[in-house]
């Protein structure tokens, strides 16, 4: 009898086991394929140049990888210096050099030239057109409001050609959804207005520096 149990033990050990093996075997060519798809997505939407599309596609695909739920850093090391390159390289190639993420590095000044980390941030945000700086006295009195927002949501992004050297791939979080959570009287969790505040204004300040340093890291800043 015991021996009949270990046995079934020891079974029942190698079935979960080879299924583990199978997972992980399976995973990565899942990953692959879903990359495939994605850069194919992405650059039928540049040829055509259906920027907004592109751009979306471009988003959801980094902005998966790298931002964690619950407020924890940018994890910019998930987004491998492959894929920044194979996405730089696209954006670069069908917008004739004006976008792209290295294109977006090159507009920014070396941090130690700055008066301060947000100083840097923001300066580089403005170059990037996508932080709109407001005297204090012409801000909305009211907290999280669309006046109140000194960096652009995704409804006041130019997605096209028009726009400013470097304002594409834009990261940000859609606009509907930093309105929704914005509005207290609305939303569904007591924390939803500084999740709002979050990703439509801190993320900036950790993510545009994250990009700074894995642009070089992966060598795509001309120094």
Not at 56 to 68: E, H, K, N, Q
Not at 115 to 131: F, S
Request: net charge negative; with cysteine.
């Amino acid at each position: 009898m015991v021996v009949c149990v270990v046995k079934k033990l020891q079974s029942l050990i190698l079935a979960i086991a080879a299924f583990s093996f199978g997972r992980c075997l399976f995973a990565e060519p899942l990953l692959a394929k879903q990359a495939d798809t994605f850069y194919s997505d992405l650059e039928s939407a540049l040829m055509s140049q259906d920027w907004e599309t592109a751009n979306d596609l471009t988003r959801v695909w980094v902005g998966s990888a790298i931002f964690p739920p619950n407020y924890d850093p940018v994890q910019i090391e998930a987004l491998t210096c492959e894929t920044l390159q194979i996405i730089d390289g696209m954006w670069q190639q069908y917008s004739g050099g004006q976008f792209g993420f290295s294109v977006q590095g090159a507009l920014a000044s070396p941090p130690s030239q700055a008066a301060t980390h947000i100083a840097w941030v923001e300066q580089w945000g403005d170059h990037l057109g996508w932080y709109q700086f407001t005297p204090l006295e012409k801000r909305s009195a009211q907290w999280q409001t669309r006046e109140s927002f000194a960096w652009k949501l995704s409804d006041e992004i130019n997605y096209s050609t028009t726009a400013s050297q470097g304002h594409l791939p834009w990261v940000g979080e859609d606009a509907a959804r930093i309105i929704a959570l914005s509005e207290a009287d609305k939303a569904p969790c007591g924390s939803c207005s500084y999740e709002a505040f979050y990703m439509q204004s801190v993320r900036y300040y950790e993510y545009l520096p994250a990009l700074f340093h894995r642009l070089q890291t992966c060598q795509l800043l001309n120094e």
